[in-house]
């Protein structure tokens, strides 16, 4: 069974959280929300959204990959300690990272990017400094996916099962939510 961790902050992209937590459980992968902080958290336009528990209460190494989605929580999640460690531990257990949006700036600050093949918002191309960012919509460099932004999230979220459970499960998934 995949296990995946998907940090939640307050004013995380609702859309990127959201769609790729859908798409990864319609997979069959077992994903577990983790807040900052306990209790409900407002998304970025408005959304309420209530994580299934904090980082506090889980292990990084329990999980086979981790999202982060992006919006204005990544300020939040790159200044986060449990966050970083988390990132820092499953990348060298060579498990998967995911990043949408700005959030590869959470990777950049975990040290992890340097000559790294990665993609992000490109209102934030200039803060991304330890490696180039190419303009396509999704990159898969090694156990690295990166995505652009909440209008890529859904080819974000397929990228995901197609490199953790592969191209077959990624078809049946697109095929039954209609997105091809």
């Given at each position: 069974m995949i296990k995946v961790l998907v940090p939640l902050a307050e004013g995380v992209e609702?859309?990127?959280a959201v769609i790729a937590i859908d798409v990864l459980r319609r997979a069959g992968f077992t994903?577990?929300?983790?807040?900052?902080q306990a209790g409900p958290l407002t998304a970025s336009r408005g959304v309420r959204l209530l994580p299934d528990t904090t980082l506090d209460d889980v292990c990084a190494l329990d999980f086979d990959a981790l999202?982060?989605?992006g919006g204005k929580g990544v300020a939040l999640l790159k200044q986060d300690a449990r966050v970083l460690d988390a990132v820092r531990a499953l990348y060298a257990a060579g498990r998967w990272l995911c990043a949408v949006c700005a959030a590869p700036l959470v990777l950049q600050e975990a040290g992890?990017?340097?000559g790294r093949r990665v993609t992000c918002f490109p209102g934030v191309t200039?803060?991304?400094t330890a490696t180039a960012r190419l303009n396509e919509r999704v990159v898969v460099d090694g156990k690295l996916i990166t995505s652009q932004g909440a209008g890529t999230s859904l080819e974000f979220a397929l990228a995901i099962v197609r490199a953790v459970g592969g191209d077959a499960l990624a078809r049946r998934?697109?095929?039954?939510?209609?997105a091809f």
């Open positions: 609702e859309m990127e994903v577990v929300t983790a807040g900052l999202v982060l989605p992890i990017l340097n200039a803060q991304l998934v697109g095929a039954e939510m209609v």
